[in-house]
């Protein structure tokens, strides 16, 4: 595995610019949840385009952007904004939102969601994947560097001090204004320098022969529920007209993650299908049919951002993906995060005819025939056994 690793290392560029708004950790592929293969490893295949018969029949075709644009901006306090003046990041720094630094990730969640102890809970839970993936990570391609041993034992405090958090301790920072996490959290002595190696150890990349900052992180924006989600991709093509087109677009209800300038934001819920364009902000729980789902999907998405932290754009987009589809494995013992086809679920009745695309078919187009009713999960033919 060490020299799988090497060899990953020495076909990557150094550290290259930020990644433009809407090109996601693997370069130009959107982080959708369908329509595209997000992180999956599907070789060769670059899109799976699906007609508009996820939406409810009699729902409207498209979002109102400009609404959730400036719903967005409401709840932010922000009254006669022009776009240009206002950036992602000066609001994540603003008390608005909460930060939580744990090794190479700088996470973020909004304080009116954390405190809701629902949401406290789900992001204890992706914290705790990405402090899990990290330390797969090192073991994959740290084990021959000089300090290898020694912050595997710090990555086991980290993670049993993560472990601890519960929603109740997460939801009073939430209300918080005079401390920072960790001492909210409760972090002593070994917790205390456990994280800071790991964040010397990880930010900078020297395990792997890079020389990064020490301040420098990769960012990601948790959005608890489908309305922050769906305002934050609205309000990202609101905040750059010449990027809009690819925000303003039909087909944005059903991401689950995307990028803005330097930060990956990524949800924490699914849309709930067939997705009623009246009320595109109800969602499914991520755990609803796999306990670990939240955290595998968490995982699969910040590993493309770690990716994108130490290698910028470069030409091994596949590797990379096919690298977190399997640190996805490593942590939870299989991969059920769902891209690449949208999950249908019903109790009766049927789908209308629908179109999907189909290799070596009929040029001149055509429908497939209804779906009967079904009570469990469309698995696409290559999540079938999940990775195991």
């Known amino acids: 595995m060490f020299q799988l690793i090497a060899s990953f290392a020495l076909v990557h560029t150094l550290q290259s610019p930020a990644p433009q708004i809407g090109m996601s950790a693997l370069g130009s592929i959107e982080m959708s949840a369908l329509g595209s293969i997000g992180m999956s490893a599907l070789g060769s295949i670059e899109r799976l385009e699906f007609s508009t018969n996820y939406l409810s029949p009699d729902a409207p075709p498209e979002l109102e952007y400009s609404e959730w644009a400036q719903a967005f901006l409401h709840a932010h306090g922000i009254q006669n904004a022009v776009p240009g003046n206002v950036v992602l990041q000066e609001l994540l720094d603003t008390e ?6 744990l090794g190479l990730f700088d996470l973020r969640i909004s304080a009116v969601s954390l405190e809701d102890r629902k949401f406290a809970k789900l992001f204890a839970e992706s914290a705790l994947a990405l402090m899990e993936m990290q330390a797969s990570w090192v073991k994959w391609s740290a084990s021959e560097h000089p ?28 209300r918080a204004e005079d401390k920072e996490f960790l001492d909210r959290l ?15 150890f990880m930010t900078t990349g020297k395990y792997l022969g890079l020389s990064l900052s020490e301040n420098s992180q990769a960012q990601i924006l948790f959005a608890p529920n489908r309305t922050e989600f769906i305002q934050l991709v609205c309000f990202t093509g609101w905040a750059k007209p010449e990027v809009r087109p690819s925000f303003w677009k ?9 990028w803005n300038e330097g930060t990956a934001i990524i949800a924490m819920d699914y849309p709930s299908y067939p997705i009623d364009m009246k009320r595109p902000e109800r969602g499914a729980p991520m755990d609803e049919f796999e306990k670990d789902g939240l955290g595998q999907h968490s995982l699969e998405k910040a590993a493309g951002a770690m990716f994108w932290h130490y290698y910028g754009s470069n030409d091994a987009l596949f590797f990379e993906a096919a690298l977190a589809t399997n640190l996805v494995i490593d942590v939870f013992g299989e991969n059920n995060v769902r891209t690449g086809a949208p999950v249908f679920k019903s109790s009766g009745g049927s789908s209308t005819p629908y179109e999907v695309f189909v290799p070596g078919g009929n040029s001149a187009g055509g429908t497939l025939p209804s779906r009967g009713a079904v009570s469990i999960i469309d698995i696409p033919i290559w999540r079938e056994t999940k990775g195991k």
């Open 96 to 101: 608005y939102y909460r930060r939580f630094d």
């Open 147 to 174: 300090e290898y041993e020694q912050i595997l034992d710090q990555f086991d405090v980290l993670v049993k001090w993560v472990k601890g958090w519960s929603a109740t301790s997460l939801s009073a920072i939430a």
């Open 186 to 200: 409760g972090a002593k002595g070994p917790v205390l320098e456990a994280h800071a190696a790991i964040a010397e």
């Open 250 to 258: 039909k087909g944005v209800e059903q991401w689950t993650s995307f």
